[in-house]
């Protein structure tokens, strides 16, 4: 039967990454995948590949096929997406909680940049009250300039100033799931064996000399269920089962791949995994200078005004007055952060970026060891290549598919049965 919408959906269960990330290496497979071609694709975990499949087959009438091996594969029909989106509420609505979610992060980084506004007009529209009311302060000149943007490409004044305080988020959201994906094809090109020092440039190595202790390797076992094996000459080189078993026929990783042309083309992967460095801000030198010149005037302001506040009765004045007053704590706080908080966070982007920049360092150095690689790197890696195994599962060593019927199914494995029997006699 199928689900109504609103019903019961498995995918509705999924986290959305995983299930967008799942469909698209279903897609990117034609519809017909094993867990291993998700994991590698996607660079999920095994058991979030097998989660989601299972999910996706269960809400839109995909199939399983399972080959003479044991081997599951998940077929999908061509309009699944279609068939999910009628069946769940959530991917119906989910692209309008995104824009809503997009729509309430402008509204944050904008507020910002209007408190300051607000602040600045609140301080001086106060400071002006009370000169007027006051028969102890003598009127002094003061200049009120009125500061305009330079019209920036990707933001205007307002957020320019939430950017100089804040920044502007991590430059490497939602880098993991890049690095996973160009690990999981790095080894499923190559035949599911590969030595360390063929990951050490996706991985987080701070000198090469850490490539000597392989345990940088461990993150990468627990998520491909990675094993090692020893080679005849003792090496120790790493397996993954899963990965070695797909449903794609692209070619494998040859041996032609060792030595420079590491660095040319293996399966689409790049040289090495590169870290970006954070910016304080991404405004230009002119939207900075103009955030720093108002928080500045908001910062003068209010230090004048605390004066004057303190110099009069605020019991006696006005209302507008009274109510500056018991909300001044916030109007320094404002002030004081404004300045305080750029200056913490350009501490925090140097330390940072030093550090981002010595892993990127580590990953050259490692990938240029491979482009360049020494006799017993050479050997190492070639004897990778010799146990690299890589078996496409066909339609012809599919032996059972929920497709069909079974008992149709059992009547065409018994004459596949025969005919096998037969080509054993003639042998």
């Keep these: 039967m199928g689900i109504r919408p609103g019903g019961v959906v498995e995918t509705d269960k999924l986290p959305s990454d995983v299930r967008n990330r799942a469909m698209e ?24 590949s097998q989660k989601a499949l299972q999910a996706l087959a269960s809400d839109t009438d995909g199939f399983l096929e399972v080959s003479d091996e044991g081997d599951v594969l998940y077929v999908f029909p061509k309009d699944y997406r279609s068939k999910l989106v009628a069946k769940s509420l959530r991917l119906k609505f989910e692209p309008v909680f995104e824009k809503g979610k997009a729509a309430a ?23 002006i009250a009370i000169l007027s009311s006051s028969r102890y302060w003598d009127p002094y000149y003061y200049r009120r300039r009125q500061l305009r943007t330079d019209g920036g490409d990707n933001m205007n004044f307002i957020e320019s100033v939430f950017s100089f305080v804040f920044g502007d ?28 020092e063929e990951l050490a440039p996706f991985l987080d190595l701070k000198t090469t000399e850490d490539m000597s202790d392989e345990s940088y390797i461990l993150p990468v076992l627990l998520r491909f269920d990675g094993q090692p094996e020893i080679d005849e000459e003792g090496n120790i080189l790493y397996r993954f089962p899963s990965l070695q078993r797909t449903a794609s026929s692209k070619r494998s990783g040859r041996k032609e791949y060792v030595g420079k042309r590491w660095a040319d083309w293996v399966g689409g992967v790049g040289k090495f995994f590169t870290e970006k460095t954070w910016q304080f801000s991404k405004t230009s ?20 005004l605390g004066t004057m506040l303190q110099d009069m009765a605020v019991t006696q004045s006005g209302g507008f007055i009274k109510f500056v007053s018991s909300i001044f704590p916030l109007l320094q ?95």
């Design 25 to 48: 290496a279903v897609d990117a497979c034609g519809g017909r995948v094993t867990i291993g071609d998700v994991a590698s694709k996607a660079g999920l975990k095994l058991n979030e």
């Design 105 to 127: 992060e402008y509204l944050i980084r904008v507020s910002f940049g209007t408190a300051l506004i607000a602040s600045i007009v609140i301080v001086y529209t106060t400071i």
């Design 169 to 196: 988020g991590d430059p490497n959201q939602g880098i993991e799931e890049e690095r996973w994906k160009l690990i999981g094809q790095y080894i499923s090109s190559n035949g599911g064996v590969v030595a360390a």
């Design 285 to 304: 030198a002119s939207e900075r200078a103009m955030a720093i010149g108002l928080g500045g005037l908001n910062l003068f302001g209010v230090i004048i």
């Design 333 to 427: 706080i404002y002030a004081g952060s404004f300045f305080a908080i750029p200056l913490i966070r350009w501490f925090f982007v140097l330390q940072r970026n030093a550090e981002i920049e010595k892993r990127n360092r580590a990953r050259e150095q490692c990938a240029r060891m491979l482009e360049l690689p020494d006799l017993s790197l050479r050997r190492k890696l070639l004897s990778a290549r010799d146990m690299a195994q890589k078996t496409v599962i066909g339609q012809d060593r599919i032996v059972y598919s929920t497709d069909k019927d079974i008992i149709e199914q059992d009547v065409e494995a018994q004459e596949w049965d025969r005919k096998f029997r037969e080509i054993e006699k003639s042998d």
